[in-house]
């Protein structure tokens, strides 16, 4: 028989027999009193593999959660191989004691312990069970950190004999706090932190501490959280501030006090079970409150990792300030070919890097790792977490004049990558002035840290026009702030602030040009048909005239209906006007800074509100041509009906007039200060 028809066979042979298929059934129904029957009548079955992942019946019958039922399972065996079947790893050589750590119930580990304890006298020499370490190198003890049991945690840690920090390494190097803030078990790292206040200062294999980790998860914390909605928020704000502590104490017979803040649905005993109404209701809340728990804890675990940091006391302050290098005079059409010609050698730099041999590559990638080398400050203010930023420069305010060995401080950092609150929050300290003088080592300014698009994220804003002109407003805010010769100077490549600029954003530019035409022709198109219809409307009086006299000249509902129609007209043809400007409009790069998007919303506005005077003329029609007299309801049916078209362009448009809101809240300020 050939080789490929031996191996063809053997694939068709099933890998478990009739009995061990009968098992896993009453495992996946957790039929667990019919598990233990079919492995009493054969015990030995017991340390077979039971599924694809090399767990034994004994490994499966931890996920019943029940004390009991393993200590039977155990106690089938004889005493010898019940020893064996305790130590016994699946295919990663997870054993017993690591399956235990997805109980919630720390007597399954109980039972491990006790047994082990009656057995280890009929050993020699042993390993503790809580010792033992799988593939990866983690004990018990770190998978049950990894994974967040925090009860099972400190149950197995008073199991420990010998020192418990040698738990507190994986073979790569990876630590037990950085497999916890990864998986974002922060109650578990800050128990772990209080234990042992050294686990602060490991880096892993990758050279970050656990604060660096720690600064590059910006959505733990609050102040990147994305916007929840004015009803979430506001319960996110009537929620605790306090209360998120962890009790460290922990009763031997396995019964832990609930942590301080774990929403749970209760039902009561008279009243009967919650309804789905309450209980979708609560379980919002829940997912509210447990939001705000991981804040808290979060800004807590930061907090005591600040308090173990001083990477920002190396700081590399060149001796050699660099000058004010000022660009080549020339022409503006040369000046435009010399960037256009930088930006294709930059290109072709780039697709040659792509393609280039295996040693410059791993160069390629440690360059591209740089920024892990950053402190956990200006990581995290690169990140924009400003609870990191304001905890290290309050605790060390010397901190904020760190400068890392590309000569970046914590300003760069925040214009660098667009974050606003870091920006605001440095501007309100004495040093601001200090900062802002900082040329980086490839001769770049903060003015051409905003003009550069290397990290560039789009911002949740209507449209191309709006992140346009929220980036010409960072290089606005930057350029007040700069000395005025910076204005002049070059980086490296030869290139102002200004250059970098319309190089960077030009793809940016004609994206805004033709999307701002083609929503100012659609949106005038929609004005001169509601424009048309009013005016239309206005001739065409609802009740007919005697004498040229309209009808319904005495009623109230006929002077609503004149107001209301020739609101609609003037706004109708003002909102035209408006976007015929737009579309007459040069469409220079600063035209978008404030005349263009300023156009477009006030267009916008004008527009809607000719299509509420539109639908408030109807409704007026409506009412005077039926004469619904004393029927309120039948009233407010039809204005319900004529108010729809408007509530749902609303509802489509809103984002712009939250831009419209903001450009009238500025205007306003500025008449107010003056």
Known sequence: MAESERESIKEQISMFDEKMISAQRAARSENWREFKKLFEVDRMRLLDPLDLFGNTAIHIATHSDNPNLLQELLELLPRQERWRAMRMGNCV???????????????MAGVVFKLEKELQEEVESYDPLVEVRNDSGESPLFRAAKLGKLKMLKYMANHVVGDIRSHFVRFDRCSILHACILGQFFDVAIW??????????????????????????????????????????????????????????????????????SFRLRTDLESGPLDKAKQSEFNGIGHIWQKKKQHKLAECLAELLVQKDFSWQISFHSNFQPL??????????????????????????????????????????????????????????????????????????EAISHVSQDEHNVLHMAVKHRQLKIFNLIKRNSAFKSLIHRITGEGRTLLHQVARMEFYKEQRLPGVAFQLQDELRWYERVRRIVPPHYLMHCDKDGLTAKDVLEMEHQDMHKEAKSWIKETAQSCSTVAVLVATVVFAAA?????????????????????????????????????????LSILTSPFELWDFYKSLPRKLSLGFALLFFSLVCTMLAFSATVLLTIRLDNKEWTSILFYCAGFLPVAIFAWMQFPLYKTLQKLVRRLYNRVKQV
């Open 93 to 107: 050589n997870n054993t017993l004691l690591h399956e235990i750590v997805f109980c919630t119930t720390v007597d």
């Open 192 to 261: 772990l932190l209080k234990l042992d206040g050294n686990l602060a200062q490991h880096k892993d294999m990758d050279g970050l501490t656990c604060l660096q980790l720690l600064a590059n998860m910006p959505l733990v914390f609050r102040s990147q959280t994305p916007s929840m909605g004015a009803v979430k928020n506001l319960v996110y704000y009537l929620l605790p501030d306090e209360g998120y502590e962890i009790d460290d104490d922990y009763d031997e017979k396995g019964e832990e006090e609930e942590e301080s803040v």
């Open 324 to 397: 004010i290098v000022l660009p080549i005079l020339s022409s503006k059409l040369d000046r435009i070919k010399e960037i256009q010609l930088m930006k294709e050698k930059r290109q072709l730099v780039e697709i040659a890097h792509s393609r280039i041999s295996k040693p410059l590559l791993k160069e390629s990638i440690s360059e591209a790792s740089h920024f892990k080398n950053y402190t956990p400050l200006l990581m995290a203010a690169g990140s924009g977490i400003v609870e990191i930023v304001e905890k290290i420069i309050d605790m060390n305010p």
């Open 539 to 579: 001739y065409t009086i609802p009740g007919g005239s005697q004498n040229g006299t309209p009808v319904f000249f005495g009623s109230r509902v006929f002077l609503f209906f004149t107001i209301t129609d020739v609101v609609a007209l003037v706004s109708s043809l003002a909102s035209v006007v408006m976007f």
